[in-house]
DNA sequence: CTGTATCCTTAAAGATACTG
DNA sequence: CAGTATCTTTAAGGATACAG
């Protein structure tokens, strides 16, 4: 992106995720790896992706760790790592999101197990079960550094101060 | 995004919540708003983002129905709404790849609920559990395309050739 | 404080041609 | 088929100044 700023400083881990993924076409890639992609060629029909755009994803995804390269030189596979598969999470919580708000709730691709039995919706949970979106709270974690501290410390008090 | 594709047309509800949430502030700040930031100065403060950018950001969330706009407005206060709030679970499934991944397994900041217990890694689920990710299949949906479906098709056939 | 209006820079995206 | 090498376009990001 354009003169940009460098997410990965910002001391939160969603930045320094979206750093690496977050942009138009990795999270597709992935997407597309998930489902059984491996071929340079097949990406490219997919997504409609030029041939130097996704070269460059398909390197910054190997170096990354989330893919590998196996196969002949000539003609090699990529496929997701652990590190790679370990986004499916976030991955099909963002197609939920996409099948409700953007698909009206029609999804082109639905995701199952291996019977053919549907992924229930995406949710939060503690030792206990679903916690509702309205009851989720965020505190400074072990990486946290004086700046986030202070941040959230901020926002806490102002809460008190009954912000509403 | 120079001289881009558009997303939303891929017949992918993945690729169309990334053309609505996809760019590299939106969903920061959508983070920001979870953990209770209000004022346009306080998302500019916490993300060091250009106030033209953060305009145009909150304007789109706005009209997305991501985001509302409330309170004077002279001061106004940007809050999540519903459709904001689904966003949490695929949020915080990319902040926990990061606390692993990219923040060494030292979390700024940790996701609770109100009492304080730790919100659990996500997982993919069907009926009866957690389902793992080898275990995860696609299809095609009722929203899919001729294309989607000659797509995924292509695939089982290729799989069935006994690609891997 | 919350924007809007400009201007500038830059690098991402894409098209194309070429190579092994 | 799987890239690499260029070239061009273009719009996103950022800085600054200004306004309500």
Same sequence: chains 1, 2.
Avoid: H
């Avoid at 996704?54 to 030189?73: F, K, N, V, Y």
């Avoid at 090699?76 to 991955?91: F, I, S, V």
Wanted: proline share 5%; hydrophobic share 45%.
């Amino acid at each position: 992106m354009p003169g940009k700023t460098d997410l990965s400083e910002l001391n939160c881990s969603l930045a320094r995720t979206l750093a690496i993924v977050g942009d138009w076409w990795t999270l597709l890639i992935v997407r597309d790896a998930c489902i059984g992609v491996r071929r340079f060629g097949d990406f490219q029909d997919s997504l409609g992706i030029a041939k130097n755009i996704l070269a460059t994803r398909l390197q910054q995804l190997c170096a990354a760790g989330i893919m590998a390269r196996s196969g002949p030189e000539r003609r090699p596979l990529y496929q997701l790592t652990e590190k790679g598969r370990a986004l499916l999470p976030a991955m099909v919580a963002l197609m939920q999101w996409g099948d409700r708000f953007a698909s009206a709730n029609k999804p082109p691709v639905i995701v199952t197990d291996t019977s053919g039995r549907p992924i229930a919706p995406v949710t939060l949970r503690n030792n206990r079960g679903d916690v509702a979106s309205e009851d989720v709270r965020f505190a400074a974690g072990p990486g946290a550094n004086a700046r986030t501290r202070a941040f959230l410390d901020a926002l806490r008090t102002a809460e008190m101060k009954r912000d509403v």
